[in-house]
């Protein structure tokens, strides 16, 4: 069977966030927003949802082992609420509270709550923290995903393959009904990862794993070759066809150099995925050594810790959770209680460190 924790995987979603990095660190440091960086960044997110869309897909089908239909659902909720968002409500609240470099606030209720909700495309509310966008169309996307695994798990391929072509379809008239349905527009995206997902089901890994950093990169001309002023979307469905169609037919990488590397950036991504961007714009404002020693010093312990601190620990407490609502999933259960004195609390909070930022300030422009 697939595994999820395969390095071929690593390596992709490694990749990924390299690309997001790289594109954004381009910008900043040539003040430009080029196309080429927009063509690597819009990339890595497109093979993050590949990605992100096959891992669940296998993960699903190893709690289908011992969970029935509605159980498996619940299961699947819980942990990825406690898998995303823990740490996107702590950036979140970080923009709320005035600690942002892009954009300081200050910000209203009504948006902050859309934000920790992830649902800024359904409120076109503005984005608070950078990169945030993909997130609320990963969690809506999850909303489907359980859909889809008890639809196709027993279906030959083509099934899946159909839905892509309907997904495409949904796709191209989707600008025409509503701003708010953006998740149709990326929705082949996610379904080139279900492919994979039976595709694996249906051929063996027939070549050498060290081909397939070869052949990985070089499925990216499918998306590289499209125009940002032209019809980028079709590129873009067609890119991630391909590598869900491509990933089954490799062994997985033996070279335990690359795999090592692969592995541990992949581990620590989605806090690198949050928190590249604030590095970047900070870093960038000094110049010579320091300017490198904060770029990979921060890029590399601030994920570090917010895997250690929150997300480890937040996805243990999702797994126990899970494993206990699926259980008294079918007898009922005692309705969550909401602390809502938490809100006042985080009032009083922001409304502090505002005043701790402002008396920063005044007293910075007093020295000479």
Not at 130 to 147: A, D, F, G, K, N
Not at 168 to 176: A, C, E, I, Y
């Amino acid at each position: 069977m697939a595994r999820s924790d395969s390095a071929n995987l690593d390596l992709i979603r490694a990749a990924a966030v390299m690309c997001v990095f790289g594109a954004h660190l381009r910008d900043q440091l040539t003040g430009t927003g080029a196309d080429i960086s927009w063509a690597f960044g819009q990339m890595g997110v497109f093979i993050f949802f590949v990605h992100t869309s096959l891992v669940l897909m296998l993960s699903l089908e190893r709690s289908a082992s011992r969970l029935a239909s509605g159980p498996l659902v619940l299961d699947f909720f819980v942990r990825r609420f406690f898998r995303i968002y823990p740490l996107s409500v702590l950036c979140v609240t970080l923009a709320f509270l005035g600690f942002s470099q892009t954009h300081p606030g200050p910000w209203s209720w009504p948006t902050y709550l859309s934000n920790v909700a992830l649902t800024m495309n359904l409120t076109y509310s503005e984005d608070m923290w950078p990169v945030l966008w993909t997130l609320p169309l990963e969690v809506q996307m999850y909303l489907v995903l359980p859909v889809l695994f008890l639809v196709l798990r027993e279906r030959p391929l083509g099934y899946a393959l159909g839905l892509w072509g309907l997904a495409v379809l949904s796709g191209v008239v989707q600008p025409q009904v509503s701003g708010r349905l953006t998740l149709a527009a990326y929705a082949p995206c996610f379904i080139g990862g279900v492919i994979a997902w039976r595709l694996m089901h249906t051929v063996r890994p027939r070549f050498h794993a060290a081909w397939w950093p070869l052949v990985f990169v070089a499925s990216w001309t499918v998306w590289l070759l499209a125009e940002r002023r032209g019809d980028p979307e079709y590129n873009r469905w067609m890119f991630c066809l391909t590598l869900g169609c491509l990933i089954p037919w490799f062994r997985d990488l033996q070279w335990t150099p690359l795999v090592a590397v692969a592995r541990t950036v992949a581990k620590y991504s989605y806090g690198f995925y949050l928190a590249h961007f604030p590095v970047i714009v900070l870093a960038v404002a000094f110049d010579g050594p320091l300017r490198w020693f904060l770029l990979i010093g921060l890029g590399v312990l601030i994920p570090v810790a917010m895997y250690h601190l929150i997300e480890q620990p937040m996805i243990d407490v999702g797994r126990r959770l899970a494993a206990r609502v699926a259980t008294a999933s079918m007898a009922g259960g005692t309705p969550l209680r909401i602390p809502w004195s938490v809100v006042p609390a985080l009032r009083r909070l922001r409304q502090y460190a505002l005043s701790v930022r402002v008396n920063l300030l005044r007293g910075s422009s007093g020295c000479d």
